[in-house]
């Protein structure tokens, strides 16, 4: 397996721009995770899907954010306006429940940068 | 409040040499501690996941300890290479269903082996 594909790798913009981040989850895998890095915060969690539902979209910053679904093998998340304060690495992760010994798989993120 | 604090920030060793690096939580309820290698440039990859009741657990050149009375942890290096050379990053999960829900990321210590 390729693992999980992230596209792109890199993004510049420029602010109130529209920014598309897509993932690719490993196959069978049943849930999936938007993660956001950056310096001072490290890794938080932005949303998380199971067999394509979101669960959980309380680490969303605000509604300029969102992610979408709409099938268990693609996702994207969507900002809208960008701003500035966006600009970090965003992962995106895959797992298959395994009863707490779940391992995440993290693509190699989408840098992005709001000019 | 739940948090998971790392140390130390960075380190330097020269090759060949062990390290251990710490990992400090308050996250309650615990369900397992994961650490996590990320190269520069790419997704955090698994080395080690511990449940409550295991105290060590290894993976190559890298031992996790755990002692959950204190809540604390340790990954130890052996032998560095060049290619330990990234961040290291201690999550730990408070959700004893579906764990990845609910990690709790430290900031990870950036490891540099040197020749």
């Known amino acids: 397996d390729a693992g999980v594909i992230q596209s792109p790798r890199h993004e510049v913009t420029e602010m109130g721009q529209e920014v598309t981040l897509r993932c690719k989850p490993i196959?069978?895998?049943?849930?999936l995770f938007w993660y956001r890095q950056t310096m001072m915060r490290g890794l938080e969690l932005l949303i998380y899907f199971n067999n394509n539902v979101p669960i959980d979209d309380s680490g969303m910053p605000e509604d300029r954010f969102s992610a979408k679904m709409p099938n268990a093998s693609f996702s994207t998340l969507k900002i809208q306006p960008s701003e500035p304060r966006d600009s970090a690495v965003y992962f995106c992760?895959?797992?298959?429940?395994?009863?707490?010994?779940?391992?995440?798989?993290f693509g190699s993120g989408t840098q992005l940068s709001v000019l | 409040k739940n948090q998971v604090e790392q140390s130390p920030q960075s380190l330097i060793i020269l090759e060949g040499k062990n390290c251990t690096l710490q990992?400090?939580?308050?996250?309650?309820?615990?369900?397992?501690l994961r650490w996590y290698k990320q190269d520069t440039g790419r997704g955090p990859v698994s080395l080690t996941i511990?449940?409550?009741?295991?105290n060590t657990k290894s993976n190559g050149r890298y031992t996790a300890t755990l002692d959950a009375d204190t809540k604390q942890s340790s990954l130890h290096i052996t032998a560095s290479q060049l290619s330990d050379s990234a961040s290291y990053i201690c999550v730990v999960s408070s959700d004893r269903g579906s764990t990845l829900g609910r990690l709790y990321f430290g900031r990870g210590t950036q490891l540099t082996v040197w020749p």
């Open positions: 992760a895959s797992s298959f429940h395994d009863r707490g010994h779940e391992k995440l798989f």
């Open positions: 511990m449940t409550f009741s295991e």
């Open positions: 990992c400090n939580y308050t996250v309650s309820p615990f369900s397992n």
């Open positions: 196959s069978g895998h049943d849930y």
